[in-house]
């Protein structure tokens, strides 16, 4: 089984971005835990600041891949864009939003997504582990 965790603009910044609220832990890192938890699925690894590349990205393994789920955190891409809600919805595979915060804590203009209604589902608010969650969701 293979799953995609894709994520979107200031998210490589992570463990050193504002860690009141994104925590101080180094993506990569927490990514290493999260391949040695999941050991027999297949974790690959993307982030891009460019909302093009990531639709270019989920369109490669989503629709013409063989993967067989996608774990999101599109940060602020979340709350303004119709094209990666247009990208899901063509997906052969089911897509996980993710945040690591939780958005409805925050600023009104967080409190809506455009990506949710696409999703298969939405998890935000527990830090990091929000990936493993979602990992956990799509591995059954």
């Known amino acids: 089984m293979k799953i ?3 994520n979107g ?16 832990e180094l993506f990569d890192s ?4 999260l391949r040695a938890r999941f050991a027999d699925v297949e ?3 993307y982030q891009s600041n460019v909302e ?13 891949g063989d993967y067989a789920g996608i774990v999101l955190n599109a940060g602020a ?3 303004t864009s119709v094209a990666l809600h247009d990208c899901i919805r063509s ?5 996980i939003e993710v945040h690591i915060s939780n958005v409805h804590q925050r600023e009104e203009f967080r409190h809506h997504s455009m990506l949710s209604a696409a999703c298969k589902g939405v998890i935000c608010g527990f830090g990091l582990d929000s990936y493993r969650l979602a990992v956990s969701a799509l591995v059954g």
């Not at 603009?9 to 101080?24: A, D, K, M, S, V």
């Not at 927490?30 to 835990?33: A, D, F, R, V, W």
């Not at 093009?52 to 013409?64: A, S, V």
């Open 30 to 33: 927490y990514l290493e835990q």
């Open 77 to 79: 891409y979340t709350h």
């Open 52 to 64: 093009g590349e990531l639709i270019n990205k989920m369109q490669e393994c989503g629709f013409y």
């Open 4 to 6: 995609l965790i894709i």
């Open 43 to 45: 974790i690959d690894y």
């Open 9 to 24: 603009p200031n998210l490589n910044l992570l463990g050193q971005r504002e860690p009141g609220i994104y925590g101080n």
């Open 91 to 95: 997906l052969r595979c089911p897509v």
